[in-house]
């Protein structure tokens, strides 16, 4: 899980995800017959057929864009006032009842995590010992929230601008057969592309993975890629809600945990290509890899904008079920990871 940790506690907000590309560029080397980063920042990984024994490979392979999102939901500073106090702004969809006397990071330079400075985040409310009963049900919106560096006025200016990326903070645990951290949306996913192109020796497609860039706040950088590579079909990497949990009817879960990788017929952004979902479904049944369907009713991932590119590709979305999502204790089993790993290497394997 080393691996897996290093991705979940390196910053990288929608426009931002520098050191993460740098990380699994480092991960990767050898992996793949050609790296590039392109006008984006997607990290572009290419692999030609590699067909076992002494096959030749085909003249015109099938070409596979493998995408992960690499960017996490995080703030921008948008102000610094004249007590030192920072605002911000997201970048990514927060739910503000999550955000309450957290830890966080900011980063003034992306090449630089020497420069780094903690804070703690909280909103201009009165405390609860001071607080009437109205202002103790109102739940604080995220425009009223700020960060507290502990530092002088003029420090913070010296070392803070607007722009500059601010993650939350958090330990990365296991916990019970399952991992804990933030941003398990979408570094496990990450993870998940870099192990299944490790696992995979022999392919007779040529592979793309890409590691794109701004998904949470539009999908935009799996679009331009997808323009630029015109693949012939997409498989987006990325997590799902997986709400089996008290308080939510069953019909309402999206996926279960430990139940496998979820096969995703449709979100909030595409409807999965039908023969890809059927090939995915057949091909974990045969390899005695748990798996299960899933609807996502809300959200969406790279595929929507690489089902839609040039001409249109045939696309699916591959993903690993995660409980409480967008929180700093985003939650995945392990088994889940494995199988969604085991899946998506042995379909790779098997394209012609």
Known sequence: MKLLE??????????????????IEAEIDGLFDEVRTDTMGSL???????????????????????????????FLVSHVDDKGFIRVVPAGGF??????????????????????????????????HVAEQADRNKVPELHELFIDTGLPADEVKKKVK????????????????????????NRVACWVAVRAMQKLKHHAAEIIAVFTVQEEVGLRGARTSAYALRPHIGIALDTTLCIDIPGT??????????????????????IGDYELIEQFESLAARKGIRHQRSIMPRGGTDAGTMQAAGEGVRTMTLSVPTRYIHTVTEMVHEDDMHATRDLLAAYLGEVK
């Open 44 to 74: 572009i990984c290419t692999r030609r057929p590699r067909p076992a024994g002494k096959k030749k490979p085909a003249a015109n392979p099938t070409r596979i864009m493998v995408a992960a999102h690499m960017d996490q939901i995080g």
């Open 249 to 270: 009817p069953g019909e309402m879960s999206v996926s279960r945990q430990g139940q496998g990788a979820a096969i995703t017929c449709m979100d909030g952004a595409s």
């Open 95 to 128: 739910d503000a009842r999550n955000l309450f006397a957290r830890m966080v990071t900011i980063c003034p330079d992306v090449h630089k995590p020497e420069s780094d400075l903690p804070g703690v985040m909280n909103p201009g409310v009165k405390p609860i």
């Open 6 to 23: 290093a991705l979940c506690t390196t910053p990288g907000v929608p426009g931002r995800e520098h050191r993460v590309r740098k990380l």
């Open 162 to 185: 607007v722009g500059d990326m601010v993650v939350l903070r958090a330990a990365f645990a296991k916990v019970g057969h399952t991992v804990v951290s933030q941003c398990l949306d």
